[in-house]
């Protein structure tokens, strides 16, 4: 959906190959999202189960003196917060993969914006921090090659 006007510029590389490695980079990070998806809704079932639990023992009539130096870890806002952050990095990852994605098919800067509902500065920042990730990743791969003699 290109629109007439909007910033086409591609700091991805959006030729048939980008397209291939960020649809792949996306496809990553949506079965991370998926797999963060799955460990956050454990984490809240055993949330709410230690919610229960306190209100379980509130109710036979123990004060929070009694009850918070006896509690198991991870406490529940403990578990809460493990998942939250989980899921802000994970998902913040996907936004930015399925953005350079999106770029690489053809999308405009200002079409991705209106698509996630952010500005087409925050997708431009978006696009730079993959370009950032993908030197950061190939700098740490010449790092670990073998050196030819």
């Known amino acids: 959906m290109t629109t007439?006007?909007?910033n086409a510029d591609d700091p991805g590389g959006a030729g048939s190959a980008?397209?291939?490695e960020?649809?792949?980079d996306a496809d990553r990070a949506l079965a991370a999202l998926g797999a963060q998806l799955d460990a956050s809704v454990a984490d809240l079932e055993f949330a709410r189960r230690r919610v229960r639990e306190l209100q379980e023992l509130r109710a036979r009539g123990l004060g929070w003196r009694?009850?918070?130096p006896r509690e198991e870890r991870p406490l529940i806002v403990?578990?809460?917060t493990r998942a939250l952050d989980g899921l802000g990095a994970i998902g913040g990852r996907f936004r930015r993969e399925e953005a350079v994605a999106l770029h690489a098919e053809g999308e405009t800067i200002a079409g991705i914006g209106r698509l996630f509902?952010?500005?087409r500065q925050r997708v431009s920042a978006y696009?730079?921090?993959?370009v950032q990730l993908q030197a950061l990743r190939?700098?740490?791969e010449a790092d670990h090659a073998p050196s030819e003699r």
């Open 78 to 80: 403990e578990t809460v």
């Open 18 to 20: 980008g397209n291939a």
């Open 4 to 6: 007439a006007g909007d």
């Open 66 to 68: 009694e009850i918070v």
């Open 22 to 24: 960020s649809a792949d």
């Open 138 to 140: 190939a700098a740490a």
């Open 127 to 130: 696009l730079q921090e993959h």
């Open 117 to 119: 509902g952010v500005s």
